[in-house]
């Protein structure tokens, strides 16, 4: 059984420009969730997609979007970077969008300049 | 709005020790708690997953309890190792935004050999 992956680890970008994060779920899941993780603080939660739908949506601009494939893997983009959006990036798969545990990968390190 | 709290931000014990960490929330109405581990830099790894039906849950030297009405859950670890040194997590399912996580800010552990 695969975990959670998340690509890439790390990623330095520059103010304004646009970037990709990848999560491939864990084998037997349907759900994948985003969230944010600024130094010293609790993750915050950016949005879910649930077969392929979004699911839910945190407090964040729309400039912040995502997709979900029929794999059940999915993409965080995020445009015109802010040097605010600098933070940990952490995906979580769980199998159904509720009740159950959900599982984190390492994270993408993301650093705008 | 749900708010979760954990208490103390950080605490230093001597190698051996049983500990307590602390998490209170604000919203009784959840459909589950959950706590996870992160070492410096890293994602999340999910210990235990307590159902709002349960009272506690138990992983080796580790032991969760919930009490929904009072808003509060702990996190006992027993006979603590320098391994366990680390950012404890807890996060809530919201019973009216089952969707996401909300989290606490974590309390950093140190386990002095």
């Known amino acids: 059984e695969t975990g959670v992956t998340q690509s890439p680890t790390h990623l330095i970008k520059t103010r304004g420009q646009q970037v990709t994060l990848r999560c491939s779920s864990q084998?037997?899941?349907?759900?994948v969730s985003w969230y944010q993780q600024a130094l010293g603080q609790g993750p915050q939660f950016i949005f879910q997609y649930y077969r392929e739908e979004e699911n839910g949506r945190g407090n964040f601009p729309p400039r912040f979007s995502g997709l979900q494939f029929p794999n059940y893997s999915s993409e965080l983009n995020v445009n015109a970077l802010e040097l605010d959006d600098s933070a940990l990036y952490l995906c979580?798969?769980?199998?159904?969008?509720?009740?159950?545990?959900?599982?984190f990968g390492q994270g993408t390190r993301l650093t705008v300049v | 709005k749900q708010e979760v709290t954990q208490i103390p931000a950080a605490l230093s014990v001597p190698e051996g020790e049983n500990l307590v960490l602390n998490c209170s929330f604000t919203?009784?109405?959840?459909?589950?708690l959950q706590w996870f581990r992160q070492d410096p830099g890293k994602g999340l790894t999910s210990l235990l997953l307590i159902q709002s039906s349960q009272r506690e849950q138990t992983s080796g030297r580790l032991n969760a309890s919930l009490d929904k009405s009072s808003g509060r859950s702990t996190l006992y670890i027993a006979a603590s190792q320098p391994g366990d040194s680390a950012t404890y997590l807890c996060?809530?399912?919201?019973?009216?935004?089952?969707?996401?996580?909300?989290w606490g800010a974590g309390t950093k552990l140190i386990i002095k050999p």
């Open positions: 919203d009784s109405a959840i459909y589950n």
């Open positions: 084998s037997g899941h349907n759900t």
């Open positions: 979580a798969s769980s199998f159904g969008p509720e009740y159950t545990e959900a599982f």
């Open positions: 996060a809530v399912r919201p019973g009216d935004s089952n969707y996401q996580l909300i």
